[in-house]
């Protein structure tokens, strides 16, 4: 067969260089990511739309509880974590209709708190 056709060797070997260095070209600089990479990649960004879409609905049903100047006065003397856990216990870092708490939406209804001036 090499005597017949002596271009065929080095044309595969050709081609499969060319598809290897194609896919280390377009995964370590054109920004290709496998369909897993990819549903993370949305999920994590859906799930930052979501917090920051919600924020304001915490912060006004945090402001609206009794006693709220009180409980921010103490949000703003608390480690970030005892104030993430303020925010939760208060019941306004939920979304939709969960029952448990956002961590993240809390995380942010607190740093939004901090930079009121109530």
Do not use: Y
């Amino acid at each position: 067969m090499d005597a017949k056709v002596p271009w065929l060797k080095p044309a595969l070997w050709g081609g499969v260089l060319g598809v290897v260095v194609t896919m280390v070209v377009g995964f370590s600089w054109l920004g290709w990511v496998l369909g897993s990479t990819a549903d993370r990649m949305a999920r994590e960004r859906t799930d930052a739309a979501v917090v920051l879409a919600m924020t304001p609905a915490c912060v006004a049903h945090f402001m609206a509880q009794p006693k709220a100047a009180q409980k921010l006065a103490e949000l703003r003397q608390t480690d970030s974590w005892r104030q993430r856990e303020i925010i939760e216990g208060g019941g306004g870092a939920t979304i939709g209709e969960s029952a448990t708490a956002n961590s993240a939406l809390a995380t942010a209804c607190a740093e939004q708190l901090l930079k009121t001036n109530a």
